[in-house]
Structures are given as structure tokens and as C-alpha cells.
């Protein structure tokens, strides 16, 4: 596992324990070399994101119970991919987003301006 600093250099916080997040499924969206997603982005869902993620191919909404998943709804916070969030930053419909609790490696994907934009935890 890469080290648990968050995009502001801080100790890694936590995204969500329910729903259980992450690519480890630890609450946090820590991340390593096996996670070719990098799920390393804590959002906070709304229902625009989430029709727009079903509408890529991605259905966070669906419940799928053969992956103990029960569907995420608006308010859930979950690891997204860096990648899945710049592009919806990209076509206006990105969630809002902890800083705290995302990975400093989904800085090698998302500038840094571009996450602040989103930030629900910026002073």
C-alpha cells in the first residue's frame, strides 16, 4: 500500500465506513500499485454524478448484491477513480470533494486546482 498523505500533504482521512469505500475497502481511499483505477478521489455523490457515471458505463446506483455492494445514492461518499472524476469535472457535472480524505496520488491524474474547485473541506 502507498503511503496514506492526502493531496494536501496531510495524514490521509477517512472517506466512508458506510458505505464501506475504498480500494482496500477500509474506509479510506488509499491506493497501491495493483489499483489500475486509482481510486484515490473521496466524493461525495449527488444524483447528477451518478446518472452521469450510469450514463459512461460505470452504475454505482444499481445494487449489486453478488458484490455485497447495495448501491450508492446521493449523500454517499465514495473512492471514485481519479480518471472518472476529471472526466465529469471535464463535462460539468463533477461531485464535490474532501480533500482530507483523497489520496495525494490522484494528483498524478487531477490537478490540484481542479480538485480545490471541488472541495467541500477548503478553508
Known amino acids: 500500500m502507498d503511503e496514506s ?7 490521509l482521512g477517512p472517506c466512508s465506513g458506510k458505505p464501506l469505500t475504498g480500494f482496500f475497502r477500509d474506509g479510506h ?4 500499485a495493483a489499483d489500475q483505477g486509482s481510486h484515490t478521489v473521496c ?3 449527488t444524483d447528477e454524478f451518478l446518472a452521469y457515471s450510469k450514463y459512461v458505463g ?5 445494487p449489486r448484491p453478488e458484490f455485497r455492494f447495495a448501491g450508492l445514492k ?3 461518499r ?7 472524476f476529471l472526466q465529469a469535472a471535464d463535462e460539468g457535472c463533477a461531485p464535490r470533494v474532501s480533500l482530507g480524505a483523497t489520496h495525494r496520488k490522484a ?8 480538485l480545490k474547485a ?6
Do not use: F
Open 58 to 62: 460505470n452504475d454505482l446506483s444499481t
Open 5 to 11: 498523505v492526502n493531496v494536501l500533504g496531510q495524514p
Open 118 to 123: 471541488h472541495a467541500i473541506d477548503l478553508s
Open 107 to 114: 494528483l498524478e491524474i487531477v490537478p490540484l486546482d481542479v
Open 78 to 84: 465514495w473512492c471514485l477513480c481519479a480518471g472518472r
Open 74 to 76: 446521493a449523500g454517499d
Open 43 to 45: 466524493a461525495v455523490m
Open 29 to 32: 481511499c488509499n491506493t497501491c
